[in-house]
């Protein structure tokens, strides 16, 4: 089982910048690819981006391509998520998700963090 605790959210202007981080701890954390999620309210929780363990394979739901960016160090088994040109449509809880491949991911994670709230306003 591998645990994530995550960080960094916050408020921001529309146009802005936040960067989300998150710490992953136990026996597989970094064999795992690692992900995250959001969710605004009354909708679902969305994908949003994925890395792999090695961080060589990444993927991004279309709506963050070309503003958020994924991150890992291995060493301290941490995941980042950089995110430029902030929309207000970004707003909503973001959560680190973990599973052992790019597949399992994406569809049905083994881990989750509890989330970090992000806001922009416009």
């Known amino acids: 089982q591998v645990q994530l605790v995550e960080s960094g959210g916050g408020l921001v202007q529309a146009g802005g910048s936040l960067r989300l981080s998150c710490a992953a701890s136990g026996r597989t954390a970094s064999t795992y690819a690692m992900g995250w999620f959001r969710q605004a309210p009354g909708k679902e929780r969305e994908f949003v981006a994925a890395?792999?363990?090695?961080?060589?394979?990444?993927d991004y739901v279309d709506s963050v391509k070309g503003r958020f960016t994924i991150s890992r160090d291995n060493f301290k088994n941490t995941v980042a998520l950089q995110m430029h040109v902030l929309k207000p449509e970004d707003t909503a809880v973001y959560y680190c998700?973990?599973?052992?491949?790019?597949?399992?991911?994406?569809?049905?994670?083994?881990?989750w963090g509890q989330g970090t709230q992000v806001t922009v306003s416009s």
């Open positions: 890395i792999s363990w090695t961080g060589g394979t990444t």
């Open positions: 998700a973990a599973g052992p491949n790019m597949v399992t991911i994406r569809r049905t994670p083994a881990s």
